[in-house]
């Protein structure tokens, strides 16, 4: 206890030694000079929100930091378009001149590697910042891959106000692409002349057969004869025809102007590959591998499309993409021709889907870079921007959010272009998920298409192979994908879904080859609710 | 020092006539170590307990978890299912199609592999041959060839319209039309067999080599001077004596072949069709191929497949058991 007294007088005598110490004055010479510049510190947000089935208008204030502030990031992009791999790296040169504290790292894989891969990087947690995806229905892509927990929105604080004037109208749809109000994707491929339904040909390989190049055949017969005469005057095969889930790239352009190029009859509300218009097609194409006019062999597409770019082949049936594709096989001497797929005799009774959703890249649900991969996707998305400028003058593909009109140069593309403005190959389909905003929820499709994955083109590849009859395979498969359709649509409206068949058949939508629009929509027959 | 007590062994002991074993009761091996040994024993296996309970152990366990799930391989599970995979399963053609595939394709495997092997094994052990060397090499060299390197040049040899041992065939006259090796539904499944045989040939030559060396010497010598032949002792010395150890490599050819994936994936896909559809190959498009992945789903045909596995390992036991006793009558 007698210590206190004197630890209180050792404390004193410190406080007055360090009070008595010398001190350093620090002094400050003030310069004024005005610096007029306007910085952006913070910016108002507003943005609608949906709070129990509600639309909310919410403003909030964000700051805005400076380009000294931000931290250096690495975003991690990834997609499956390997020719255009070298653009990519001057894609993210270009976006760092602008953004130099985001390095933007953008691999490409091959297409079917790259579908393998990219779930094992989301399994292990170590996805992209930013990736490419298409799933069987593209419509519902967006809601698959919430259901898989792939996905994040884009950062809507970062976009401009004019950011979804770069689209057509009717470009962002809740539940197909937006969510809350909050934007997942974007259309990158317009959805007209973008898509399946060409026919190339080897037009040194028509030469050598004594045809003229340029007149190519139009209809059933006479694609038959032309083949018949180029197996006779040539040691060419007259098509290439890839096969397994690969024979959609010859099966859309045959079946889609005979009938439609969907295994689902929207007019029915049923899967179709057993309906008798999906036969007619198959015995006409598999005349063609009965008689040796196709290379032979169980080819994928990379296959397929080498024997048609270096003259083992004729022609070859794909998509809108095949000239940059073909660019980068390096067969300089390629005289390609691009043409409309042909018909049957009696006329064209069919169409191409016209995609409702060319959504294709999202956020990685697994980022922590959402702002800075929603800069990078604002950047990418400029109408005459580099990404834009550069992906159509390269002859890459369309893109609805620039004029391409203005920036195609590439003769394949434009060709590709033509011909889908002269024949009008793809009409908009009814849209079920359009006609009942519960489909989003359904699992009635995708239960049906998982009972065997790709099953209508692995079968048909079988028989074409083999030369078997394929009607008795075709009922099988329809009734077992209708059984398990039907069935689920039935479990899922007991458990409340406001679902049923109704949703998926439109039989007001009488001509196939005439776009659904708007005014059918307000024909369409809705199912019954319990209530009613 | 070690301090190892003393383990009781077995014992035969004559009675009326027979032999009768006595079991004793083994004690563990932990038990029979005391002390600063015990610490030093544990420690030497420690490394293998943490592999194969991280690389064995817990995928197997795993995959039953996954297996009453309905989970496609991202996020939590959450959704149990109890058998519902397996009743879907059940009814799954395709898994069944694949099922009967795998088997078909590991007995023919097994059938043409072993006897050719052996032959080789045989032939390469007789002191005669000149070059016995190189002969191994040439056979064991496409054991280093990667199975997916292998599926791929076989693609093209066996391609109908640029292969060139279709250019071959047709050329000699032997066939008229090139045939359509890996499209054909007959032939799919029978070259995807003569190719793995071709690859993995080697590996059990070098096997049936190890056991024909275990067989005494001196029996072929008294074979010799009772007048045999070579197929005489073959038939009556050596494959007597090496039966135990082929049993052993008749279920390791077996269960291998059951494997076979990379020449699916890299030859046929499991075309044309689904004909060389294989289970490993059903379950590797069930969880990473085909989209939405279904994991539990995959998991469920993967612990399905994994039983039959561990049956044709269970009935190999039992076989390997036979043959050994039967091999003590002949002394060796």
């Known amino acids: ?532 | 020092m070690a301090r190892f007590s003393t383990s009781q062994t077995a014992a035969a002991v004559p009675l009326n006539g027979r032999i009768k074993k006595r079991r004793t009761k083994s004690i563990p091996l932990i038990q029979q170590v005391a002390g600063a040994d015990r610490f030093w024993v544990m420690l030497f296996l420690l490394p293998f307990i943490i592999l194969y309970t991280s690389f064995t152990l817990w995928p197997l366990l795993a995959t039953i978890i996954y297996s009453f799930f309905d989970w496609d391989g991202n996020g939590p599970l959450e959704l149990f299912i109890r058998l519902e995979n397996y009743i879907t399963i059940a009814r799954d053609p395709l898994f069944w199609l694949s099922f009967r595939n795998t088997l078909v394709f590991a007995l023919i495997n097994t059938a043409i592999k072993l006897p050719l092997s052996l032959m080789a094994a045989i032939l390469l052990t007789r002191k005669w041959l000149w070059g016995q060397r190189l002969f191994r090499t040439v056979y064991f060299a496409p054991l280093v060839i990667p199975v997916a390197m292998a599926g791929l040049i076989f693609q093209l040899l066996l391609h109908p319209a640029n292969g060139a041992i279709n250019d071959l065939l047709t050329s000699t006259g032997l066939v008229q039309r090139p045939i359509d090796f890996l499209g054909n539904e007959r032939l799919a499944l029978l070259s995807l067999v003569i190719v793995s045989v071709w690859q993995i040939f080697g590996q059990y030559m070098i096997y049936w080599m190890a056991a024909l060396q275990n067989v005494p010497e001196a029996l072929y010598e008294a074979a010799e001077l009772d007048g045999a032949g070579e197929w005489k002792k073959l038939v009556h010395i050596t494959l007597p004596i090496i039966r135990p150890v082929a049993i052993i490599i008749l279920f390791l050819a077996f269960v291998n072949a059951l494997k076979v994936f990379g020449l699916v994936v890299t030859m046929t896909g499991g075309g044309p069709g689904f004909q060389t559809y294989v289970v490993p190959y059903f379950i590797y498009t069930q969880a990473l191929v085909d989209f939405p992945f279904r994991y539990g789903y995959a998991s469920a045909a993967a612990v399905l497949f994994g039983v039959t596995i561990l049956l044709a390992v269970t009935v190999q036991g039992y076989f390997v058991r036979r043959a050994e006793a039967d091999r003590k009558d002949y002394g060796v």
């Open chain 1, 1 to 532: 206890m007698k210590r206190k007294p004197l630890l209180i007088v050792i404390f004193l005598l410190i406080a007055a030694a360090a009070a008595c110490a010398p001190q350093t004055v620090e002094v400050t010479r003030v310069v004024t000079e005005t610096v007029t510049e306007e910085i952006e510190v913070t910016r108002v947000v507003t943005e609608t929100i949906e709070v129990e089935g509600e639309e909310v208008e919410v403003t909030r204030v964000v700051e805005v930091m400076t380009e000294e502030e931000m931290e250096p990031v690495t975003l991690r992009v990834m997609n499956w378009s390997q020719e255009q791999a070298d653009f990519y790296e001057q894609v993210a040169a270009e976006f760092q001149n602008e953004y130099p504290h985001i390095t933007v790292e953008w691999d490409t894989l091959e297409q079917g590697q790259y579908r393998e891969t990219l779930p094992l990087m989301f399994q292990s947690g170590d996805s992209p910042d930013i990736f490419f995806w298409l799933g069987g229905d593209r419509v519902l892509t967006m809601a698959e891959l919430l259901d898989q927990n792939w996905v994040a929105p884009m950062d809507n604080t970062v976009l401009p106000d004019d950011f979804y004037d770069r689209w057509p109208e009717g470009s962002f749809l809740e539940g197909i692409n937006v969510v809350n109000s909050l934007p997942y994707s974007f259309p990158f491929n317009d959805n007209f002349v973008w898509g399946p339904g060409y026919m190339y040909t080897n037009k040194d390989v028509f030469r050598a057969a004594g045809l003229d190049p340029d007149v190519p055949p139009t209809t059933w017969s006479e694609l038959r004869t032309t083949c018949e005469t180029i197996a006779e005057n040539t040691d060419a095969f007259c098509l290439a025809v890839p096969l397994g889930n690969d024979l959609q790239r010859t099966w859309y352009p045959l079946s889609g102007m005979n009938f439609t190029d969907s295994f689902f009859d929207y007019q029915q509300g049923r899967f179709n590959i057993d309906d008798e218009r999906q036969l007619e097609t198959f015995n006409y194409l598999q005349g063609f591998f009965n008689d040796g006019l196709v290379v032979p062999g169980n080819n994928d597409k990379d296959f397929a499309r080498q024997s048609m770019a270096n003259g083992q082949a004729a022609i070859y049936f794909g998509g809108a993409w095949m000239p940059s594709v073909f660019a980068g096989y390096e067969v300089p001497d390629l005289d390609l021709g691009v043409f409309p797929p042909v018909m049957p005799d009696d006329g064209r009774a069919g169409s191409l889907r016209q995609s409702f959703s060319e959504n294709k890249f999202y956020i990685s649900a697994q980022s922590t870079h959402r702002t800075e991969a929603t800069l990078f996707l604002e950047w990418m998305t400029r109408p005459d921007g580099f990404f834009a400028t550069e992906y159509l003058a390269q002859g890459f593909g369309t893109l609805p959010f620039s004029d391409m009109g203005q920036y195609v140069t590439d003769e394949g593309l434009l060709q590709v272009i033509d011909v889908a403005n002269e024949n009008n190959l793809r009409v908009a389909y009814p849209e079920p998920v359009v006609a009942c905003a519960d489909v989003a929820q359904s699992k009635a499709v995708s239960n049906a298409n998982s009972l065997t994955r790709n099953w209508e083109f692995i079968a048909m590849s079988e028989a074409l192979l083999n030369g078997e009859d394929f009607s008795g395979t075709a009922a099988e498969i329809a009734e077992a994908k209708n059984g398990e359709f039907l069935t689920t649509l039935e479990e899922e409206a007991a458990a409340g879904l406001m679902i049923g068949v109704e949703c998926f058949a439109f039989p007001e939508w009488e001509d196939i080859t005439q776009a659904y629009d708007s005014a059918l929509y307000e024909t369409h027959q809705m199912p019954a609710s319990d209530d009613s």
